[in-house]
């Protein structure tokens, strides 16, 4: 139709051209997201628009978005079209409040994080307060705007704001985690980006650490989660031979890697979250492949160079348990330990290792005793995403099915609690959830297609570089990538559905339905995409009081996993992390294991078990044969025992858990439990 109104002022108080496309497309958004995509009936309904402005504007005037805005409301409840009416709404509503929102956004910004009111604060347990930290919260809250506002359409973003899922990393337009090649970096060595340093092939062990330190440091600022090493013994052994280091030398060594691994000049004052996959012996696969130096195969291969690993893991064990220099554990990089049928128990050179799990609990294992995997199928990405390749070793014709170069491209959890306390049933329970995890599934795809545009563009040059060969082979980077869906809160979404916790029979088997409908579901999405996808044990540092504070505003008779103590004494709510037991149910770690042991095999990617201890176990022996009894008698694929220690700023190392240091009161002449403390002593 002729328009006789051809101009209209925007907010700014610029004047534009009058475009029918724009409000079709306005319409055509608000009927999709209440789920009607219907393009010509928007079109209709713009031309309608376009009539009554004629109709009620002088054709010399120029009316107001706002203006424009009233009249598609006007004309989507003359069609009866309530439903669509309704979002629209929403739509404008909530546009006017991200208005609202940017005009003082960085005043809030930097308001909430010295005031540390925000959430997001506790989303990520390794980054501390500081001036890094303020710099980091702003770059990441801009970064989220950007995700929600412009890449993510209306339908995710409200579930994300509204708490239905939580899409993690919205603070970085990066990928969430990736495992390395240790062997191609031996190979090609540290570089591939042209206007940056070139470091050759390491020909030497310490040479080899640097490199790695400066590896994982590079890809840490293009990944969002955990940057990993494979085989960190199996490679690194033939180095030790070559340059005829003593033990001594070896430690200091692994020594020098470990602090550097753990110095936060990682954005945000954080160090990077490492982890490297300890084989203690050469797996099969890789125990016939020829040794690398310096770029270049040699005659031995990795299965001759046994005594050199021995070295390697006790020294690194002793580094380990020595800790920093005021006793205390270092976080990272976390050890992944494989253990399959043909593990030697009693392995000199482990001891220490044993000594370390029983004192810090910092090793994780994998476990191979009492599964259908071998170690050449799987490999160790982070703290918790255990991938079996067995699907990429089918799609890789044999090229790529024991290469770690795998990882996570995305994470989506999704708020159970909610559902069993919305569903009526537990068949509602599975439509309501089927729902979101195909909002899950969306926002997943939508990011692996955005980050894919992001590597041919130049964003992330050395994951570019070391994913070469994937994009050779594939025609994309990030193929061998999984997009993960995670769950939060099963234990309270049983107690707001049934009644009964993940404790009972009927917990325990609806548990494993819903994991199983999970797992069906997303193999469906793998099909229907070509991409991988995983379920994940969510850690969820953020996501599980974020989740709980928003359904207590919502609604406010949902059961949380503190109700008691949030009802009684004001505590923030929170819920239970994935399956994970309720809190306090249990200090037997076998009752905890017969109850997880099914659930945790359900996960095909991301799990971790924690065997919480009351106190440090009496001995490196004990610890061996408490992880000897788990693996030879459950199934789950990966866990960690934790032991309970204090730190003390002057004393170090306490075992068991202590809110004053005993040995401060011993110094000072403490001696009553009720008696105040010195306050002039500082370390308590």
């Not at 424009?68 to 069609?79: A, F, G, M």
């Not at 010295?114 to 303020?134: I, P, T, Y």
């Not at 470091?199 to 600022?221: C, D, E, I, W």
């Not at 503190?562 to 809190?583: D, F, I, K, Q």
């Amino acid at each position: 139709m002729s328009n006789t109104i051809s101009q209209i002022r925007k907010r700014s108080g610029e004047i534009v051209d009058c475009d029918e496309k724009k409000i079709a497309l306005a319409i055509h958004k608000a009927a999709k997201a209440v789920g009607t995509d219907d393009e010509e009936m928007a079109d209709r309904l713009a031309l309608e628009v376009l009539e009554l402005l004629n109709k009620k504007f002088h054709p010399n005037s120029i009316p107001a978005v706002e203006e424009i805005q009233d009249l598609v409301e006007e004309v989507l409840l003359k069609n009866r079209l309530i439903k669509i009416a309704r979002g629209y709404i929403l739509y404008r509503e909530q546009h006017r409040q991200i208005r609202d929102i940017n005009s003082d956004f960085g005043v809030k910004l930097m308001e909430d994080y010295l005031g540390q009111a925000d959430w997001r604060l506790k989303e990520n347990s390794n980054m501390s307060f500081s001036v890094q930290g303020l710099n980091n919260y702003i770059a990441s809250s801009v970064s989220a705007k950007y995700w929600l506002n412009k890449l993510y359409p209306e339908n995710i973003r409200q579930a994300h704001i509204q708490a239905d899922l939580h899409i993690h990393d919205l603070g970085l337009l990066a990928p969430y985690c990736c495992g390395w090649d240790l062997k191609d970096l031996l190979t090609r060595g540290f570089g591939g980006v042209d206007e940056k340093v070139w470091s050759k092939p390491p020909k030497h062990f310490r040479a080899a650490l640097g490199q790695m330190v400066n590896f994982l440091y590079t890809m840490q600022g293009e990944a969002a989660g955990a940057q990993a090493f494979a085989n960190f013994d199996t490679y690194l052994a033939p180095l030790i031979r070559r340059d005829q280091l003593s033990y001594k030398k070896v430690k200091q060594a692994l020594q020098e890697f470990v602090f550097n691994l753990n110095v936060p000049t990682r954005v945000g004052f954080q160090t990077p979250f490492t982890n490297v996959t300890l084989d203690v012996n050469p797996s099969p696969a890789i125990g016939e492949e020829q040794v690398i130096i310096g770029g270049e195969l040699q005659a031995e291969k990795y299965k001759d160079f046994q005594p050199e690993m021995d070295v390697f893991n006790e020294a690194f064990a002793e580094v380990m348990i020595e800790g920093d220099g005021r006793g205390r554990m270092f976080p990272f990089p976390i050890p992944t330990y494989n253990i399959d049928k043909d593990f030697d128990w009693q392995r000199p050179s482990l001891e220490k290792m044993w000594e370390m799990t029983a004192k810090f609990g910092v090793p994780y294992f994998s476990n191979f005793v009492n599964s259908d995997m071998n170690r050449d199928d799987a490999r160790s990405m982070c703290c918790r995403l255990r991938l079996d390749n067995r699907e990429l070793r089918k799609r890789g014709g044999g090229l790529f099915g024991a290469n770690p170069l795998t990882g996570s491209l995305g994470v989506v959890t999704i708020n159970l609690a909610r559902l069993g306390y919305l569903s009526k049933d537990k068949y509602e329970f599975m439509e309501r959830l089927g729902k979101l995890m195909d909002l899950a599934k969306d926002s997943l795809e939508i990011k692996r297609k955005i980050l894919e545009t992001m590597s041919d563009n130049g964003l992330y040059p050395y994951s570019a570089f070391y994913l070469s060969g994937i994009k050779e082979h594939f025609g994309t980077y990030w193929q061998n990538h999984f997009n993960t869906i995670g769950i939060n809160g099963m234990n309270e979404a049983l107690l707001n559905l049934f009644g009964q916790d993940l404790t009972t029979d009927k917990g325990q088997a609806f548990a494993i339905e819903v994991l199983e409908y999970m797992r069906n579901r997303l193999m469906d999405y793998q099909n229907e995409t070509n991409n991988l996808y995983n379920l994940e044990a969510s850690p969820a540092e953020g996501a599980t009081y974020r989740f709980a504070k928003k359904d207590k505003e919502l609604y406010p008779e949902i059961i949380a996993a503190n109700e008691a103590a949030y009802r009684e004494n004001g505590v923030a709510p929170y819920y239970t992390n994935s399956t994970h037991l309720p809190v306090g149910f249990t200090k037997d770690i076998f009752q905890a294991l017969d109850l997880q042991d099914k659930l945790q095999t359900k996960y095909t990617g991301g799990t971790v078990l924690h065997g919480f201890l009351g106190e440090r176990l009496e001995s490196g022996e004990t610890a061996k044969r408490l992880v000897r009894k788990i693996v030879e008698n459950y199934h789950l694929p990966y866990f960690t025992i934790t032991p309970t220690f204090s730190i003390c700023p002057k004393h170090g190392y306490l075992p068991g858990e202590h809110h004053f240091c005993p040995k401060c009161d011993e110094e000072i002449g403490f001696t009553n439990i009720g008696e105040a403390r010195d306050q002039n002593c500082p370390e308590c």
